[in-house]
Structures are given as C-alpha cells and as structure tokens.
C-alpha cells in the first residue's frame, strides 16, 4: 500500500475584477477497496459557497458559488490517499470472456449501454482501419487484445502536451500521431468500443516515484499535472484500467477521481466569468503527487 498525499492548485488571473459564475469542481475521489480518501481538504480565495452532489455517475462534485467582484481565483486542493496494489485479472477472467470476440450477459449489456457504443464519426474508417490491425482472428485472447492496442497507442504516438482546452477525436489523433493523455485515453476507449467492449473515461493523478524528493529514475509522462485514462469492462475482472500514455495496466500508480462516459464530462475545474474577453489573462496549474510516511 502507498500512502500519498495529492496537491492541486489552480489560479485564475483577470486584468479586472469580474463576477464569477457558479464553478464545478471534479477533484475529490471516492472511497474504494482500492483507494481509501484519509483526508481532504479545499481552499478557495476568495472564499465561495459550498454545496457537494453526485453526478449520474455517482462521481463527488463540488458546486461553488462566489459573491464578490475578483482580479484572481486560487482553487487548492489537497489530498490524504491510501493505494492498494494492483491484483492482474487473468486469473478472475470468466471463461467465456477469455477470448475475443465474446458477448456480454443481457444483464451487462443492458447496464452497459452507451458504453459499448461508440461516440464518434469514422466515415472514412480511418479508426476502424487502424484496430483492425490488432485483432488477429477468432479466438484472440483477451487481455493480450486490449494490452497490444494500450502497448500500440504508447509505443506508436508522440506524446506533446498542449495548453488548448478540449480533446481531438480519435481519427484526429491518428492523422496527426500525437496527442494528450486525454486524447490517447479517448483513442483508447473508441478502439474498445468498435471492438464491442463497454469502456469508460477516467481522470484523475498519476503518481511517478521518480519526482519525489532525492529519488531517481525517468519520468513517466502525465506526472505533474492531471491524468486521464480508459477503463474497460471485463466479466469476472470488472474494471480494469488502462494507460495507453504510459502502456501501464491496473498500476498502483493511477489515482482514480471521476469515471464518465466521455472525456468532456470530466473536466477536474469548470466556470464562469462575465466581463470582457480580454479580462482573462490565463490560467496556472499546480499538480504534485508524493509519497508520505
């Protein structure tokens, strides 16, 4: 088990001071056999009104209201985190599941719904084309499957970090060879879903041993910021994760907050402003995750 301590700090600076609106903040986990929430805590200046719900993915979200005029937001967030290791689902698979193609119970496919469905235009097959490539015939094996098409995103596009908000399209990562963390998780999750699997978006941290104090070893990509990746529905394993950005499976390392349907349903810090467009002067972005005693 690590125990872990996750940092999030956000600032918003405005040339003027602007009413801001109602703010939607997707930053507190919950508690799971796998990850345990030992402490929260949320700063903001200038201080707003809190009220907590659960969105229809049962995710914890707090909606902020602000009554004064301001020249600067700060959003910070600090967490206390307990992560179990990562238990392989190989052997939990169910049987029937283990080779692919297989065809999920009524019961599953009835709850899983627009999971299984994918969201986005390929009318020239472009993303069809480029999962084809994977599926070897009848009586693939599963898991292989999925942890060829994670290795593939991984090892065949660049990672480039980008300030624009917002997530390309599956067939725009494929022209371009590049993307995100969110954009990989997406081309991901579409793959799955083409495929007949039921996969779902995740954000969330990324813990890389490698920054904490007088540690070594390489960066992994997605540390120090926000992270996405995909989960995919499995009989008998349940959800399991996948982070095509850093071909990783199920690691203790991914901090799970919030699961939804589509990468624009999971934004960590939404809002509003009313002023002019040239009032927003821009944003800054704190991530830190570090082990603690």
Request: hydrophobic share 40%; glycine share 10%.
């Amino acid at each position: 088990m690590r125990h872990l301590t996750v940092h999030h700090a956000t600032r918003y600076s405005y040339a003027r001071p602007v009413a801001l609106g109602e703010h939607r903040l997707m930053i507190r986990p919950r508690d799971s056999h796998d990850l345990r929430l030992a402490e929260a805590t949320l700063v903001l200046s200038p201080p707003g009104e809190i009220r907590w719900i659960h969105d229809v993915f049962g995710n914890s979200i707090a909606i902020v209201t602000f009554a004064q005029p301001v020249t600067e937001l700060v959003i910070e967030s600090t967490l206390s985190l307990d992560r179990y290791p990562y238990v392989p689902p190989r052997l939990d698979i169910d049987p029937d599941a283990a080779t692919y193609p297989f065809i999920y119970s009524p019961e599953d496919r009835r709850d899983l719904g627009p999971l299984r469905e994918p969201h986005y235009a390929d009318a020239k097959d472009v993303l069809a084309g480029w999962i084809s490539a994977f599926v070897m015939g009848k009586g693939t094996d599963t898991l292989a499957l999925l942890a060829d098409i994670n290795n593939g995103i991984k090892t065949g596009f660049t990672y480039q970090a980008r300030e624009a908000e917002g997530t390309q399209t599956p067939v725009e990562t494929i022209e371009k060879g590049s993307g995100t963390c969110r954009d990989f998780a997406l081309l991901f999750i579409e793959a799955a879903r083409h495929l007949g699997f039921g996969a779902r978006f995740v954000s969330g941290y990324l813990y890389d041993p490698a920054l904490d104090v007088g540690a070594e070893g390489e960066d992994i990509q997605g540390a120090g910021a926000t992270h996405a990746w995909a989960e995919v529905y499995l009989p008998g394993a349940g959800w399991v994760e996948y982070d095509p950005t850093n071909g990783l499976i199920g690691s203790e390392a991914l901090i799970r907050i919030a699961v939804t349907r589509d990468a624009g349903q999971a934004t960590p810090i939404g809002g509003s402003f009313t002023g002019e467009a040239g009032d927003y002067l821009g944003m800054t972005v704190d991530v830190s995750v570090t082990a603690r005693g």
